[in-house]
């Protein structure tokens, strides 16, 4: 293993296999969707750390096609292929990246793609999917998939298709919510869910760890932006996102009056997305918990240059 969470990810698919359920038998801080997705995998491959190797990079493989297909919907070929190309690029040095976050962003991307699709007239419907797709997020982590889903509210409000998209994901939430709470005493799902993490968890990430001021100045220190500049893959991951977002939220508010066009639509939902992924990643400021932020930011860059 090469990551510590792996034993926790690897082992609570194990104990499912064993009959247990995840707060009730052992501690979970997530939502369940990845260990039963494990435990299915390892009944059939069998109890072996590969498949779930295999598992992180087809994830991470599926986001990657999916930034393409959702690039395609309003950009030519060259920058929809440049633009996975890049993230490839970010995502290559993840070669194995364990637990729950790559399913539940690839499900938010497709989300995404369903969303945006949905704003055309001859596929309206398509908007249970996204819904459906924004309930399977928040299967695999609860603050990535709602995180997905309110922004989804914000704009299926000013298209008016808040009640599909509310009742995609109501569909895909409520049969397993209402699982684990007749499965699980309710002490016990509240504890995992709101009182470790509160008085637990957070208070422990806190240990000196977190982005500070300090941290972003040391990103943005002429000697460490020029030599990013040089290395893609730390210009990217710390200073372009601390940079880029200042940026397209003054373009969305000059481009206001555009609302209504599908690439202020598609530009909206990837730029308040990721901010919603920046403040949940600060807490941990490591390359691990940057990635939802990185992936949304991607598309953004040939939306500018398609539209401008």
Not at 54 to 71: E, F, P
Not at 195 to 212: E, G
Request: net charge positive; proline share 5%.
């Amino acid at each position: 293993m090469i990551y510590l969470d792996d034993g926790e990810w690897v082992c609570g698919a194990m104990e499912i296999l064993r009959g247990a359920t995840p707060y009730r038998d052992f501690m979970a801080i997530t939502t369940p969707g990845y260990y039963y997705l494990l435990a299915f995998l390892f009944k059939i491959f069998g109890q072996l750390l590969t498949v779930e190797r295999l598992l992180s990079c087809g994830m991470l493989a599926g986001i990657v096609a999916m930034v393409y297909v959702i690039c395609r919907l309003f950009a030519p070929m060259v920058l929809s292929i440049a633009s996975s190309v890049l993230a490839l690029c970010v995502l290559g040095d993840f070669s194995h990246y364990p637990g729950p976050r790559p399913a539940a962003l690839l499900a938010v991307l497709i989300g995404i793609y369903f969303l945006l699709q949905s704003l055309g007239q001859r596929k309206a419907n398509f908007i249970y999917l996204s819904g459906a797709m924004g309930g399977l997020a928040a299967l695999f982590r609860q603050d990535i998939g709602i995180g997905f889903v309110a922004i989804g509210c914000i704009l299926t409000q000013m298209y008016h298709g808040l009640s599909k998209f509310f009742r995609g994901f109501l569909l895909v939430i409520l049969p397993v919510a209402i699982y684990f709470l007749v499965r699980v005493d309710f002490g016990d799902l509240y504890y995992n869910f709101f009182v470790y993490p509160i008085k637990v968890y957070a208070p422990f990430h806190h240990l000196n760890y977190p982005l500070s001021l300090a941290n972003i100045y040391s990103f943005l220190k002429p000697s460490t932006f020029i030599i990013g500049i040089f290395n893609s893959s730390d210009f990217l991951r710390r200073a372009f996102p601390l940079l880029a977002y200042p940026v397209l939220i003054f373009y969305l508010g000059l481009q206001w009056r555009l609302r209504a066009e599908k690439h202020y639509a598609t530009l909206f939902i990837f730029t308040a997305t990721g901010l919603l992924f920046v403040f949940q990643a600060i807490l941990r400021a490591d390359d691990w918990h940057w990635l939802p932020v990185y992936t949304m930011l991607i598309p953004c860059i040939p939306i500018l240059l398609t539209n401008t």
